[in-house]
């Protein structure tokens, strides 16, 4: 589904990625972790294009991202993401937040968006927050809406980047169940977290990252029963 | 020390409405240059959008680093000096009122532009983002989640904005336009009661900048209901 060629990403002369082949298929819950800096947000981020790499090439279902002629916004409905702080549209409430993108870009009526809208909120359990603004809601409840906000559009993949970071600990049960639901409805997900029994339970494929390249692509049980890298084992160590 | 106040009074009402007239139209045509540029900014792509962003640069540099008086005084002496041209009234609208209105309005409108674009640089690029991950197109996403928070983060400091119009407007005196400040110093001539003059004149404007900057707070709250 997405297939990541030789990618390497440049901040100030800084080389963060190092030609990282990846490549995700449908279906697979792929978790990244790795140490702080290590490059995972910026990885995510090149995946939708929100970080334009240097080289290399981002494939979504054959298409090049990275090509001139492909229309990125067209892609980008298809891939949702989860930001680490919510990004909810302040000026907007709940329903408002879920329905824009169905109304600009789906040219929705309101009673058409709004259902969906509603049906959203009712999956992640905040039905009746349809009406509030997001300065109303919990942490917790302000991930569930960022995460209903892009399922709106019916993504074929999630992009999860530290969803449960800004999190108080209270509140990061109710957003990792959410997010385990849509791996059993079988939604294609990559998370970047520091989740790691979240890693371990739910995902079907675990990476981890250093210095901007991948050390390793294994199972979940694989990597934290038996990590091969030196590297890994210091911080899994250090995590666990 | 106040009893000219029953002589002159048509005076001050005069000069005061003269005033209103003017920093209404230069809060309307400064924020309507000043919303002008800040679009015209988004587009710093090819030859053009380049060019026209270092001419915006330009202008709001030079109107913000000089002084007004000298801009007032370019406008009302130099150009028309120098395109040999002599300035006459439109209509029954006297010229230093057309080119005091101007100036202002130009002045203000490179503080207006500078307001909005610390405006549209507070709002988080968090935002931008999620609305780039929906599939919204950058002009979307600014006019429909950027700008509306700009908006709102504007606010506080273009209400500013007005009150100090209201205050500066009052150098347009220089070039003869009869605002408050202009027919302040008339009755002080007649009256040669300097202190007592200028202390109400300072009361009007005071109440003026008072009244404007309530006005502005009342309607922030109200938007901030909203949401
Ligand atoms: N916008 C940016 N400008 C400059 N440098 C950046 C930028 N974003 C990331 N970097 C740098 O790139 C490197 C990788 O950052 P990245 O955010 O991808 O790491 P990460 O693995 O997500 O870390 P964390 O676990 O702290 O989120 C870091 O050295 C970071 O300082
Ligand atoms: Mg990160």
Redesign the pocket.
């Known amino acids: 589904m997405l297939n990541v060629k030789k990618l390497s990403k440049y ?2 002369g800084k080389q ?1 990625l190092h030609e990282i082949d990846l490549e995700i298929k449908e279906g697979e819950i792929v978790t990244i972790i ?1 140490p ?8 995510l981020r090149c995946l939708n294009l929100l970080e334009i790499p240097e080289s290399g090439d981002v494939f979504f279902e054959g298409i090049n991202l990275l090509d001139a002629k492909t229309n990125l916004n067209e892609i980008r409905e298809q891939i949702g993401m989860v930001f680490q702080s919510f990004n909810l549209f302040p000026n907007k409430t709940v329903g408002e937040n879920i329905t824009l993108a169905l109304k600009l870009l789906k040219k929705m009526n309101d009673s058409q968006a709004n259902e969906i809208a509603m049906n959203l909120l009712t999956r992640v359990g905040l039905a009746d927050k349809f009406n509030m603004y997001p300065s109303k809601l919990s942490g917790g409840q302000k991930q569930r809406v960022a995460i209903a906000r892009s399922l709106a559009l019916n993504p074929k993949v999630m992009l999860f980047d ?1 969803p449960t970071s800004a999190l108080d600990p209270e509140m990061v049960t109710e957003v990792l169940d959410v997010m385990k639901e849509l791996g059993e409805a079988g939604m294609t997900m990559v998370i ?1 977290t520091h989740e790691m029994g979240f890693a371990r339970q739910v995902a079907s494929r675990a990476i981890f ?1 250093d210095g901007g390249k991948i050390l390793e692509d294994t199972t979940p049980d694989q990597l934290f029963t038996h990590p091969s890298h030196q590297r890994t084992k210091e911080f899994l160590a250090k995590v666990l | 020390m106040f009893d000219f106040i029953i002589d002159y009074y048509p005076m001050f009402l005069k000069g005061t409405g003269m005033t209103i007239l003017l920093a209404l139209l230069t809060v309307f045509f400064g924020t309507l240059i000043g919303v002008l540029i800040s679009i015209l900014r988004f587009n710093n792509k090819g030859i053009i959008g380049k060019t026209l962003n270092k001419l915006a640069d330009i202008y709001i540099a030079f109107f913000r680093g000089t002084p007004l008086m000298i801009q007032l005084f370019i406008f009302w002496f130099g150009i028309p000096q120098l395109c040999g041209i002599r300035l006459k009234p439109i209509g029954f609208i006297p010229a230093e009122f057309i080119v005091g209105a101007i100036a202002l309005a130009i002045n203000s409108g490179a503080y207006v532009t500078e307001i909005f674009r610390a405006g549209i640089q507070a709002v988080e690029i968090g935002q931008m983002e999620a609305g780039r991950s929906l599939g919204l197109s950058e002009k979307q996403t600014l006019k429909h989640i950027i700008l509306p928070q700009a908006v709102k983060n504007v606010l506080p400091a273009l209400g500013n904005e007005f009150v100090v119009i209201i205050k500066e407007s009052a150098i347009v005196s220089v070039i003869g336009l009869a605002d408050l400040m202009y027919n302040a110093d008339k009755v002080t001539a007649a009256t040669f009661n300097a202190f007592g003059v200028y202390i109400v004149a300072a009361l009007i404007y005071f109440l003026l900048t008072s009244g404007c900057s309530k006005l502005v707070t009342l309607f922030e709250r109200r938007l901030q209901q909203d949401a």
């Not at chain 1, 702080?36 to 990885?43: A, C, D, E, P």
């Open positions: 901040f100030h963060v790795g702080s800096g290590s490059g995972k947000s910026t990885l530290e970047v990252v």
